[in-house]
């Protein structure tokens, strides 16, 4: 692992397990350290690099779509104060708390319905697998489910009894709160539950004392951009994602 002036790269075993593929992340790439990251994947025979830097480094873009990286996605960062503005109510109508441990199984469900032919990087990459790439997020929920703790938490919502769709929250520090993976299960979608689940998240990360929240999508999902603005999010930052395959 690499790490210095925000750079870091590093092997990711998680995806080298899923897709039986050697892979490197990096993250940070500026023009500065490319070279620096491209060496690392040829000394540990790295076969895909998965690599994001900040939108603003335009330099460095260039450079990489001159040597074969391909845009994969971009990611928007938006942040809400939780202390300026108050928060909004929750709804009354829809039911939501932590999950049950003996509700892991449903949450992995929904995020496999929601998630099935997602927009991620990975579904954006015709070289990997797509039942292996809908997977990544059913084992990221699953993840969620199997680590909470005082800084953790996995947020479920309720229509008569059934669970619907689930939220996953995490503290980054003592000041900021993340909203992570939300999904709502597909029959159940355009009904408010997201929103919902998002003022929850909201309270939760107040409640955890947390100065501001953030959450991150892909540029292209308008739903859940229409739904933080209308909470009053605002854009914080912007971050593309290549992936360079080497040939071995
Ligand atoms: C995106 C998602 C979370 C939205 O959940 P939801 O409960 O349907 O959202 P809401 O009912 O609160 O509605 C949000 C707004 O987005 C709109 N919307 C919902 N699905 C949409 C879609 N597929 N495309 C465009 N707009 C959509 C809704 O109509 C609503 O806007 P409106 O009030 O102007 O009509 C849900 O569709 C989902 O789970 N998608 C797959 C996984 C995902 O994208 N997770 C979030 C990753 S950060």
Redesign the pocket.
């Known amino acids: 692992m690499i790490n210095g002036n925000d750079l870091e790269v590093t092997l990711s075993p998680l995806e080298e397990i899923r897709f039986g593929i050697k892979t490197a992340r990096a993250a940070n790439l500026t023009l500065n350290n490319l070279f620096q990251v491209i060496e690392f994947c040829q000394n540990h025979a790295v076969r895909l690099l998965i690599a994001r830097c900040h939108a603003h480094e335009i330099d460095v873009v260039q450079e990489m779509e001159r040597i074969g990286f391909t845009l994969t996605d971009t990611l928007v960062y938006y942040v809400r104060n939780l202390k300026n503005v108050p928060l909004p109510q929750l709804a009354p109508s829809i039911e939501i708390r932590p999950m049950m441990i003996s509700e892991n199984d449903q949450v992995q469900n929904i995020a496999a319905e929601?998630?099935s032919n997602?927009i991620s990087h990975y579904h954006a990459d015709a070289r990997l697998n797509r039942s292996l790439c809908d997977e990544t997020y059913k084992d990221w929920a699953r993840n969620a489910c199997n680590h909470r703790d005082d800084t953790h938490d996995v947020l479920v919502a309720l229509r008569e009894g059934r669970i619907l769709?689930f939220a996953t929250l995490q503290m980054n520090d003592r000041r900021q709160g993340e909203g992570v993976?939300?999904?709502?299960s597909p029959s159940?979608?355009?009904?408010?539950?997201?929103?919902a689940l998002m003022t929850a998240g909201m309270h939760w990360c107040a409640e955890a004392h947390a100065q501001e929240m953030i959450v991150s999508?892909q540029i292209i999902?308008?739903?859940?951009q229409?739904?933080w603005s209308r909470l009053g999010f605002e854009p914080r930052n912007y971050v593309y994602t290549f992936h360079k395959w080497f040939e071995v």
């Open positions: 929601a998630f997602y769709a993976l939300f999904g709502v159940s979608q355009g009904s408010g539950l997201y929103k999508t999902n308008i739903a859940v229409k739904v």
